[in-house]
Every structure is written in structure tokens, then in C-alpha cells.
Nanobody
Framework: QVQLVESGGGLVQPGGSLRLSCAAS????????MDWYRQAPGKERELVAS???????TYAQSVKGRFTISRDNANKMLYLQMNSLEPEDTAVYYC??????????WGKGTLVTVSS
């Protein structure tokens, strides 16, 4: 049974930092690309960052230079280090795995609120 469990969200002031974690289970984590998505209130879900099985990373333009995605294959963990947070980063952040274009798996999400 595939499970993706996010943690680490919360309230942070503009300019602050947070580190999100995603604990994965039920599949061979190290073999697959993993992603972080986010969905802000009233907006569509958007891709924030991806990391391949070989740890090649890609980022949305809006977070490039501020966010860092990483993975720990031994412990089946996915991370998103978020620095220089802006109010526009306020959203629910989701861990995502796409199984060879057959099925998408999502965590329940963790809320990040950037506000003074």
C-alpha cells in the first residue's frame, strides 16, 4: 500500500524558512522521480519541484533559487527546504509520485502560511 505523509508545514513570517518532509512507503522509492506540488486558495495545483532517481532537480521559476528539493533514498524521505518565503508561497504543499504514467499518488498535504 502506497503512502505519502507530509510534515513540517506551519506559520512563518515573510523572509523565513521551513523544511517540509515526506515519508514514502509501499514502493521502491529510490527508482522514481518524486515531486512537490502546491495549491494556493482559489488556484490550481502547481508543480513546485521535482527530483529524479539520479537526483537531478527541476524547479518552478517562481521558487528557483529559494527552494531546494532533496531525497534520502535509504530512509525513503523527500524534502523541500524553503527559504526567503513570501506571502505568495502560502499554500497546501503535496508530495507526489507518478507511477509510470499509470497512476498518481498524493499525500494529504501540509499547510504553509507565510504572514506577518
Amino acid at each position: 500500500q502506497v503512502q505519502l505523509v507530509e510534515s513540517g508545514g506551519g506559520l512563518v513570517q515573510p523572509g523565513g524558512s521551513l523544511r517540509l518532509s515526506c515519508a514514502a512507503s509501499g514502493f521502491t522509492f529510490s527508482m522514481y522521480t518524486m515531486d512537490w506540488y502546491r495549491q494556493a486558495p482559489g488556484k490550481e495545483r502547481e508543480l513546485v519541484a521535482s527530483i529524479s532517481s539520479g537526483s537531478t532537480t527541476t524547479y518552478a521559476q517562481s521558487v528557483k533559487g529559494r527552494f531546494t528539493i532533496s531525497r534520502d533514498n535509504a530512509n525513503k524521505m523527500l524534502y523541500l527546504q524553503m527559504n526567503s518565503l513570501e506571502p505568495e508561497d502560502t499554500a497546501v504543499y503535496y508530495c507526489h509520485w507518478n507511477f509510470v504514467n499509470v497512476r498518481d499518488y498524493w499525500g494529504k498535504g501540509t499547510l504553509v502560511t507565510v504572514s506577518s
